[in-house]
């Protein structure tokens, strides 16, 4: 049984999908949603039978922002004492791989969840942007920096200033997307994705995956350190073993996460 409000969370062979539903306000990211939201993944990120998480919306929308209704009621005092940064925090922390499935808008803090996936699928009907600029702000969590990493400072300045969207096709050639496929389709793609990489070894995914997020915080010799001394821990596992000896013995591996 679905334990919360804002969110629905089902588990299927490895896979934890979590969905935004809050609809008729087209998945705006209130606080108490982001809660849940890393409640739940805090909970996977513990959970031995899951491998991968997605998060997605709705066939006509991702999430359209956070809500502006709460925002509006928020000076710099109650900023000040946000707990949206920390809970942004718990999210990207998820040591996990995170698809976002995406089909219609992902704009604003929707933008910033997609943003702290590792990969993103999106519909052919996907938007993505970042216009806080049109209330009188900028992005807060996140979208600024990420954005530039993903798509370079041109497209993320014209973003961010304009608060211009762009559509699948523009997201996948700026690298921004993975892959995109019919709105219909947009869940299922990124649910067998994340069956496969739960089939992988999870101390060698983990690892993998703080190694690409350090490459965005780090000089290159050090995050080329970084890489090289996960290379060689992962020596010491016994899933380096199983996977050498099913390779040579030509039979599909059992790892263990061990």
Same mark, same amino acid.
């Given at each position: 049984m679905n334990r919360y409000q804002d969110i629905i969370t089902e588990q299927s062979q490895g896979v934890l999908t979590v969905t935004l539903n809050r609809p008729e306000v087209r998945n705006a990211l209130r606080t108490a949603m982001l809660a849940e939201l890393a409640d739940a993944l805090d909970a996977a990120a513990t959970d031995d039978a899951i491998g991968a998480v997605v998060i997605t919306g709705d066939q006509r929308c991702f999430a359209a922002g956070a809500d502006v209704a709460e925002m509006a009621g928020m000076d710099m005092t109650d900023m000040l004492d946000d707990p949206r940064p920390a809970l942004w925090q718990r999210i990207q922390?998820?040591?996990?791989? $995170? /698809? &976002?499935?995406?089909?219609?808008?992902? $704009?604003?803090? !929707?933008? +910033? %969840? &997609?943003?702290?996936?590792?990969?993103?699928?999106?519909?052919?009907?996907? =938007?993505?942007?970042?216009?806080?600029?049109?209330? !009188?702000? /900028?992005? !807060?969590? !996140?979208?600024?920096?990420?954005l530039i990493r993903r798509v370079g400072r041109s497209l993320a300045s014209e973003m961010v200033f304009s608060g211009a969207f762009i559509d699948a096709r523009t997201a996948l050639r700026a690298g921004l997307v @993975? =892959?995109?496929?019919?709105?219909? $389709?947009? %869940?299922?793609?990124?649910?067998? %994705?994340? =069956? +496969? %990489?739960? @089939?992988?070894?999870?101390?060698?995914i983990r690892q993998a995956k703080q190694a690409l997020r350090l490459a965005d915080e780090m000089p290159l010799s050090a995050a080329l350190e970084f890489e090289r001394k996960a290379f060689v821990l992962l020596a010491g596992t016994e899933d380096r073993q199983e996977g050498l000896a099913a390779f040579l013995e030509k039979r599909p591996p059992e790892f263990k996460g061990r």
């Open positions: 922390q998820c040591p996990k791989p $995170l /698809i &976002a499935a995406v089909n219609g808008h992902a $704009l604003g803090a !929707g933008c +910033e %969840l &997609a943003l702290q996936a590792d990969i993103i699928h999106a519909g052919r009907n996907a =938007r993505f942007g970042q216009p806080e600029i049109r209330l !009188g702000i /900028i992005p !807060g969590a !996140g979208g600024i920096q990420r @993975s =892959r995109v496929c019919e709105p219909e $389709l947009t %869940l299922e793609d990124a649910q067998t %994705l994340a =069956r +496969e %990489l739960a @089939s992988r070894p999870p101390l060698a």
